[in-house]
């Protein structure tokens, strides 16, 4: 299956280290090879790089990997194809605009079975992440003419998810660059960052980066991966079925 990488924080921050480490998955220490994508939200825009090549040797990866745009919202996805041809439309993350702002998404599974009624959102490929993408959105419009507060959101998104994980897995990272929603049926992993920040050694690169020459004290950052990223430190699994919620670098609970 795919692999997710997501990064949320309340300052500006590049994802350089972790896109090294999950890059490598895309070729070199995993089998993803069936194409890549990655989206920095900066303002009310959205920055999208996706390319049908494996990250490892992908062109566009090497221009993000020597290119520190900072973001408050990153999603990125390394693919291995289970539904639809290795083809650009069906590269992830996929964007959409929902309530007057960008929507990213990105899927990690297998969903079978999913039907898509008439509606706003319809697929432009063939796979079922994007269907499930355009279900969401759908099903959020339906219900509200404009953006609810966030605990009424969660709510909703969290009906809408569960229903949709009774398909197969249902694991995926979506955000409007303001937050950023995480569900997991199976495989995904967090860690939150901030002070007092400590040396992150990468298990898929001999790389290690000292984020205390790289921080503020006032930094939080959350990072959000199919798999741990790192080997000496301490990451939290999603549990099953989970919906949460991250904002400015934080879990937001209700």
């Given at each position: 299956m795919c692999q997710l990488l997501g990064m949320n924080c309340n300052l500006p921050t590049d994802i350089l280290f972790s896109f090294e480490g999950f890059r490598a998955r895309g070729g070199a220490t995993d089998e993803h090879t069936d194409g890549w994508?990655?989206?920095?939200?900066e303002g009310s825009g959205c920055r999208l790089f996706i390319d049908t090549k494996s990250s490892v040797n992908s062109p566009v990866a090497?221009?993000?990997q020597n290119y520190p745009i900072h973001s408050l919202n990153v999603i990125a996805h390394i693919r291995k194809a289970t539904q639809g041809k290795i083809e650009l439309q069906n590269t992830h993350p996929f964007l959409r605009e929902l309530w007057g702002k960008y929507w990213l998404f990105a899927h990690n599974g297998d969903l079978r079975n999913i039907s898509l009624d008439s509606g706003s959102y319809q697929p432009v490929g063939d796979t079922d992440s994007e269907r499930a993408f355009c279900l969401i959105l759908n099903a959020l419009r339906s219900q509200f003419d404009h953006e609810p507060p966030l605990k009424v959101l969660n709510a909703a998104l969290n009906d809408i998810s569960t229903s949709l994980g009774y398909n197969g897995t249902m694991n995926y990272l979506l955000s409007n660059g303001e937050f950023m929603f995480a569900y997991a049926t199976d495989h995904l992993n967090y860690i939150v960052r901030r002070a007092p920040f400590t040396p992150a050694h990468l298990i898929d690169q001999d790389v290690t980066v000292d984020f205390r020459e790289l921080t503020t004290p006032q930094d939080i950052v959350a990072?959000?991966?199919?798999q741990p990223l790192t080997d000496n430190e301490e990451?939290?699994?999603?549990?099953?079925?989970?919906l949460l919620l991250f904002q400015h670098g934080n879990v937001i609970s209700f």
């Open positions: 994508g990655i989206g920095f939200f090497e221009l993000v990072v959000i991966a199919t990451w939290t699994a999603v549990k099953p079925n989970e």
